[in-house]
Structures are given as structure tokens and as C-alpha cells.
């Protein structure tokens, strides 16, 4: 009897070893197959954003906004393959140490560049919608370039600890991992990267929606449709990993950490691939925009929401009058 019972017990346990198997492989094929699909959408995506930037258009403040997201999420896509091949290779890493290094270094410094990027455009716009007359006097191409450069030693600064603490350990199966001893980095990057630019994030939208409201300046709802699938699809693609991590540190170990973190991953990649969705499509025409040209298309997705040439004398834009006088543009909430 004790023996059948110790039996079936056994049994049950292979039998719960191989559906956890199971369903750890599938979920390493599927998340294969996300990253795979990012790296060729983000590559083709943002490597056709660079060239119309750089080659055809001219280089508007939005238009150095755009390209400087563009590159972040290209190079970010680039660094895939590596991460990629290592998955299908079970983990193992065949690029050395310093590669092991210096690719979670650029994943982790083009992640941070995005979403300080991301933060900037939400603040050029609110003060582009709040100070009009500032903006059309020091709204600058060389201000826009000093800020990009900012970002950029921000971004490498804060993302250094991820070159430092990256490693190879074992000596047949060689793995790329992480060690921080303490989790203090995990913590800050949550911080700096997630909770303190979707503070500014909302901060400078519901300013936004208050600003359009006392002045009614417009009734469509196209303003309010980017503003939340903005702040939405941020908070979507950044809140799962950054709590899985957390979660992983601070909680118990379960399936919730072994497979929640996965997909947590793959939320946050699709944010690079998102952006021009949001940016381009949603609350402009989509049809005609996808009958024109990519260039086309591009440039009135980039369109300047001041223009220092036409800023009194536009004839393609609706202007109202505060209350002290300043001239405040439709193209500013579109």
C-alpha cells in the first residue's frame, strides 16, 4: 500500500515537472517569436523614420524629437539578435564578456533614452500649449540638439550600472546574467525611468486638458483621444516589468515571477513599436495619411506646432485670444 501510494505520488510529480516543462518552452518559443518581431518592425520601422528625418525633411524641433526616438528605438531593436540568439541557444552566451556587457548596456541606455524622450515631448508640448510666444522665440533647433545631448549622457550615466554589474559566469554553458548584490538599482531604475516620467507624463497632459478647457479653445475629441493613448499605452508597456522586477526581488518566488516576467518583457519591447502609431496615426486622418507617402506622412506627424515664419499671418490655422492677448494655435492640442 505504501509503496503504491509513493508510486503515484512520483507520478504525479513527473507529470507536474513535465506540464511546467512544457509550458516553459512554449513560453520561450512565443517569447522568441515577440522578439523577433520587434527587432524587424522597430529596425524597418525606425530605420525608415532616420532616413526620411535625416535625408528629405527639414530639421523642425519635432522633427529632431522624432528622429532622436527613432534612433533609441532603432539601435534598441539592434541590439536584439544577440539577445535572440542566446535565448535559442538556451541561454547560453557566445559573444564574450564584453559583448555580454555592452549589449544589455545599449538595451538598458536606448530603454532609458526612449522614455526620457518620451518625457520631453510631453513637456514641449505642454509649454508649447501654455507659453506660445516664449516657445516662438526660443523654441530653438540648437536648443532641441543641447536637449537631445542631455538625454543621451543622462540616459548612459544612469543605465552605467548595467555594464558594470553584467557578467559571464560557468565555463561549458556560459550565461550573460546580472549580479547586483543589492537592489538598489533595480529600485531606482523604477524610479527614474518609470515612476518619475509618468508623473511628469500626466502632469503635463491633464495641464493640457485644463488649459483647453478654460479657454475652450476646442471641442474635438482627437486631443483627448492622443492624450490618453499616450499616457495608456506608457503605463501598459512599463508598469508589468517594472513591478515583475520589483515583485522578483522583494517577493516569494512563484510561477507568478517565472512567467510573469516574460511577458512583462515583452509589453515593455512593443513599447518601440508603438510609437508611431501614437504619434502619427491616432487623432490624425489615417486614410489619408496611409494613401500618401511615407515622407508625407512624416512630415505632418511632425508638423511644428509654432511656425516662426507664419506665427501672425497663418492662413492654416485657427488662432483664439486669451485674456491677455496671445495668440494660441489649434495645431497646439491636435
Known sequence: MSNSVNNNSHEVRVNVTLVEDN???????????????????????????IWFCLIRMEKTV???WFLNLAIADFTFAMSLPFIITSMILDYHWPFGDFLCKFIWFLFFLN???????????????CVSVVFPVWCHNYRT?????????????ISA????????????????GIACITYYGKTWVP???????????????????VTIVLRIKDKTIIKSSKPFRLIIS????????WFPYHFSVLFGIYGTKNNFSRFGNPVSVDLMLFNSCINPILYVFIGRDFKQKFCGSIQTMLEKAFTEDLDKTDFKKSQHHMYWEDTSGTAVSESLVV
Open 23 to 49: 509550458i516553459q518552452y512554449s513560453l520561450k518559443i512565443f517569447q522568441i517569436t515577440i522578439f523577433s518581431l520587434v527587432c524587424f518592425l522597430g529596425t524597418i520601422g525606425n530605420g525608415l523614420v
Open 62 to 64: 519635432n522633427v529632431i
Open 111 to 125: 530603454m532609458a533614452t526612449s522614455v526620457l524622450q518620451l518625457m520631453v515631448i510631453s513637456l514641449d508640448r
Open 141 to 153: 533647433r540648437r536648443l532641441a540638439l543641447v536637449v537631445v545631448l542631455i538625454i543621451w549622457v
Open 157 to 172: 550615466t544612469l543605465t552605467l550600472p548595467s555594464y558594470i554589474f553584467r557578467r559571464t559566469v560557468g565555463n561549458d
Open 187 to 205: 529600485m531606482m531604475r523604477f524610479i527614474l525611468f518609470f515612476l518619475v516620467p509618468f508623473i511628469i507624463i500626466i502632469s503635463c497632459y
Open 230 to 237: 499616450v499616457v495608456t499605452s506608457f503605463f501598459v508597456c
